[in-house]
């Protein structure tokens, strides 16, 4: 799993890929942390050539919406088993995550949104160039991607890589693999799918898809 996000983020910068790396729920900063670490390695050896990116990160820091609000998530195994419900998975506060990257980026290298994604993600404009989406909700990943897609910010090239695509069984119709086989549909999305990278992960890479933006 961390040798995977090392990679992605390698392949962002040497891809040419425009843009940034974005995380989608922190939890416990440890693959923020890991982000960050290749971040600064990258921008040191590849960013005169390839340009320098920024890590973003969103997270709630108050744990998960209520699933039951969503009639998607609310038949999810893990909500029906009790181990989503509303603000459960509460990791890392906004304070230690911040003093966890700023040991590793610069102030202006890295960027931290606090507030439930739908709060958040319109304060967010610039090219996305890899996002690691762990939002564990359908609800959630869904609005990821229905926000960054329609606002043609995910570029050509651009790495998503999906932390729970497999859970709840690998069922097709809940969670993030609901979410991103609608935005495959709704947004006509040309990509390559790269495969398993841990237990319920898995990653696309992005070729072009139709915004409605010109």
Same mark, same amino acid.
């Given at each position: 799993?961390?040798?995977?996000?090392?990679?992605?983020?390698?392949?962002? @910068?040497a891809s040419f890929?425009?843009?940034?790396?974005l995380e989608?729920?922190t939890q416990t900063?440890?693959?923020?942390?890991?982000?960050?670490?290749?971040?600064k390695?990258?921008n040191?050896?590849l960013?005169?050539?390839?340009?320098r990116?920024k890590l973003h990160?969103?997270?709630?820091f108050?744990?998960?919406?209520?699933p039951f609000n969503?009639s998607?998530d609310?038949?999810?195994l893990?909500?029906?088993?009790?181990?989503?419900?509303?603000?459960?998975?509460t990791g890392?506060?906004?304070?230690?995550?911040?003093?966890?990257?700023?040991?590793?980026?610069?102030k202006?290298?890295y960027v931290i949104?606090s507030g439930?994604?739908?709060?958040t993600l319109?304060? @967010?404009?610039?090219?996305?160039a890899?996002?690691h989406?762990?939002s564990?909700?359908?609800?959630?990943?869904?609005e990821?991607?229905?926000?960054?897609?329609?606002r043609?910010?995910?570029?050509?090239?651009c790495?998503?890589m999906?932390?729970?695509?497999?859970?709840d069984?690998?069922?097709?119709n809940?969670g993030?693999?609901?979410?991103w086989?609608?935005?495959?549909?709704k947004?006509q999305?040309?990509?390559?799918?790269?495969?398993?990278y841990?237990? @319920?992960a898995?990653k @696309?890479i992005i070729?072009?898809y139709?915004?409605?933006?010109?």
């Open positions: 799993m961390l040798s995977a996000l090392s990679s992605g983020v390698l392949y962002s @910068f890929a425009d843009g940034h790396i989608f729920g900063g440890r693959t923020s942390a890991v982000l960050a670490h290749n971040i390695l990258q040191k050896n960013g005169r050539i390839f340009g990116k990160l969103f997270d709630s108050v744990g998960l919406p209520d969503n998607v609310s038949l999810n893990f909500t029906i088993k009790g181990v989503w419900r509303k603000n459960s998975l890392i506060n906004q304070k230690k995550l911040n003093n966890v990257i700023r040991r590793i980026l610069p202006d290298d949104y439930f994604f739908s709060e319109a304060s @967010f404009s610039s090219k996305c890899l996002l989406i762990d564990d909700l359908y609800s959630s990943a869904h990821i991607l229905d926000s960054l897609f329609s043609n910010l995910i570029s050509n090239g790495c998503i999906f932390d729970d695509y497999d859970l069984q690998a069922n097709p809940s993030e693999r609901r979410a086989d609608e935005a495959i549909l947004y999305v040309q990509y390559s799918d790269h495969g398993s841990g237990l @319920f898995h @696309f070729h072009s139709t915004s409605g933006i010109n």
